[in-house]
């Protein structure tokens, strides 16, 4: 399901090339995560990598996250935080 989500996630992807002529990558819904390399590619794969270290994170401290094609791991963070208060 992760990996479903984070590759519908990246589909999303905006990219604008930067005064360095560096590619910038964000997606919209994803608060405060973005990714930077020399090409378009390289930028999506970073967005990747940093997508799923974020969501991580966000699974972990069960913060809401966007749901994405119908995938929503919002369930999985819940469900960890109350078992950690137990």
């Not at 999303?12 to 590619?23: G, M, N, P, V």
């Not at 990558?25 to 990747?48: D, N, S, Y």
Request: net charge neutral.
């Amino acid at each position: 399901m992760l990996a479903e989500y984070i590759s519908q996630a990246v589909e999303k992807a905006e990219y604008e090339r930067t005064e360095r002529d560096r590619f910038f990558a964000t997606i919209p819904g994803f608060k405060g995560l973005w990714a930077e390399g020399k090409t378009v590619e390289a930028a999506r794969r970073e967005l990747i990598t940093t997508l799923e270290d974020w969501l991580l994170l966000a699974i972990r401290f069960g913060d809401e996250v966007a749901v994405v094609h119908g995938l929503n791991l919002n369930k999985i963070g819940r469900h960890a935080k109350a078992r950690q208060s137990a």
